[in-house]
């Protein structure tokens, strides 16, 4: 049994956590208080506690958020279980086909260093990263300095992501590597060739590194396209989620 607690005043993570749950066969719940069993969150702004509580718990609790790549965003989302972000199971080829993605090969020059800091709220209440993001920009660009002369391009975060997604493709343009904790922003990067570094559990991870000493080698690992498509795979439609497609996708991996 599972029961989804929607983001006070936010009608989208309403919509979304009464499709999870009747995907699972679960309840809503806008008490504020954690219910027996399994939790699931879309958004936890406001009700930061009970994210907490569920993995203090030591119970299973799923998370909803965007989907894996931006040019889908709003029209599918991802869940994932005790994790942040699910890197999917076997590869969607169908889906993969049909969100005609592109993916590029590896681009082996680049100038610039593209940093993306996500939210304060995301990296503080979500991640728990210490400080939040101010701190986690500060470390990032102390380590990459120390590791390259580079130049350095910060994309502040926005919540204007239909523009921010306009400008990252410029960012992407000649750039050498893309840096951040686990922003879709990696996904973006990889398809369009960029290597990528990651500080969180990031669904881009298997085709990036965490070891920003090496940003001067970094990783271009071969299977970028069935990758691609397992994340394809791995986001699901609104009537998807409701029909418990997410849930026994979650349940057979």
């Not at 503080?124 to 993001?133: H, K």
Request: aromatic share 10%; hydrophobic share 40%.
């Amino acid at each position: 049994m599972v029961t989804c607690y929607p983001q006070p005043g936010k009608p989208k993570s309403l919509r979304l956590c009464r499709a999870f749950a009747a995907g699972a066969g679960g309840t809503v719940d806008e008490t504020g208080e954690l219910q027996p069993g399994a939790s699931g969150f879309y958004g936890v702004v406001g009700i930061e506690a009970l994210f907490r509580q569920a993995q203090n718990d030591g119970r299973d609790w799923y998370y909803m958020d965007n989907a894996h790549f931006d040019s889908v965003r709003g029209a599918y989302f991802r869940a994932a279980r005790n994790t942040l972000q699910w890197r999917g199971g076997k590869p969607d080829w169908a889906r993969f086909a049909k969100l005609g993605l592109g993916v590029q090969p590896w681009q082996k020059g680049g100038r610039h260093i593209v940093v993306c800091p996500q939210s304060e709220h995301f990296m503080r209440d979500v991640c728990g990263w210490p400080g939040g993001a101010l701190a986690w920009a500060d470390d990032i660009l102390n380590r990459i300095k120390a590791a390259t002369e580079r130049t350095i391009v910060v994309r502040h975060w926005d919540r204007d992501k239909g523009a921010r997604l306009r400008d990252l493709q410029e960012d992407l343009r000649g750039a050498w590597a893309l840096v951040t904790h686990m922003s879709a922003a990696a996904n973006e990067a990889l398809v369009a060739g960029i290597p990528v570094f990651l500080t969180g559990p990031s669904a881009a991870l298997s085709m990036g590194s965490s070891e920003l000493e090496n940003i001067e080698s970094p990783r271009r690992p071969d299977g970028r396209i069935e990758w691609a498509a397992r994340l394809a795979g791995a986001q699901w439609s609104v009537e998807e989620l409701a029909a418990g497609a997410a849930w026994r996708a979650l349940h057979e991996a």
